[in-house]
């Protein structure tokens, strides 16, 4: 039993060398893998830090320079195109003001003329009416009481007002009773209107 025992050893000789070369072989490949990546990533990280360590490429002051007078003189020209248009914006307010006094103060001599001339009329009318009452006065109280009879009211009312009081009574005293009764309700009503109407024209003059 020996023998073919001896022959098998001897066939798996051959075999387990193979196996055992085969291996090696792998395990040589394995680090030289291994190897060659280390080797790699070496050099990689060289590269980087290589690039790193070198310097920054110089801006020329020059160049610096320039690009910060173009800066500012960009920024020059936007504040003077703002206070171009802030200047601009005034001169219209301005002008605009100017034009809203104008009209006020031809509003208020308007106004005043109008005023004037109102206060012209008045004095006239004051003194024509003035002028009547006085021819009244001289006549006849019986001739005057006609005439108040038949006057109609806006020129009968102011004359008599401007009467005084003792040549007036004269007057009512020969009208007939309903002509003086109207008459002397119509004078009353006026003395209590005219200081109203008179506070209102002070109020409006300016």
């Known amino acids: ?14 075999v387990i060398m193979t196996a055992a070369f085969a291996l090696a072989s792998l395990k040589a490949a394995g ?30 002051a020059s160049l610096t320079q320039e690009r910060l007078l173009e800066q500012l ?6 504040l003077d195109a703002r206070e171009a248009q802030l200047d601009t914006r005034e001169s219209v307010l301005e002008a605009a003001e100017l034009r ?17 001339a109102e206060n012209n009329r008045v004095r006239a009318k004051q003194g024509e009416i003035g002028a009547l009452a ?6 006849k109280p019986r001739e005057a009481a006609r005439i108040f009879e038949i ?12 009467m005084r009081m003792q040549s007036l009574a004269g007057v009512l005293a020969e009208m007939a009773p309903e002509k003086a009764r109207a008459l002397t309700v119509a004078l009353a009503n ?5 200081p109203a109407a008179e506070n209102a024209v002070e109020g409006e003059t300016p």
Do not use: C, H
């Open 1 to 14: 039993m020996s023998a073919p025992l001896n022959r098998r050893r001897v066939r798996l000789a051959p």
């Open 31 to 60: 680090l030289w893998i291994g190897f060659s990546a280390a080797e790699a990533e070496d050099a990689v990280v060289a590269e980087v830090a290589a690039d790193a360590a070198a310097p920054a490429p110089q801006i020329p």
């Open 73 to 78: 003189a960009a920024r020059k020209a936007e």
């Open 100 to 116: 809203l006094e104008s009209a006020i103060k031809s509003v208020q001599e308007e106004k005043a003329a109008i005023a004037s």
């Open 134 to 139: 006085n021819a009244y006065e001289r006549m």
């Open 151 to 162: 006057l109609d009211d806006d020129i009968l009312i102011p004359v008599a007002a401007g």
């Open 190 to 194: 006026r003395a209590a209107q005219t």
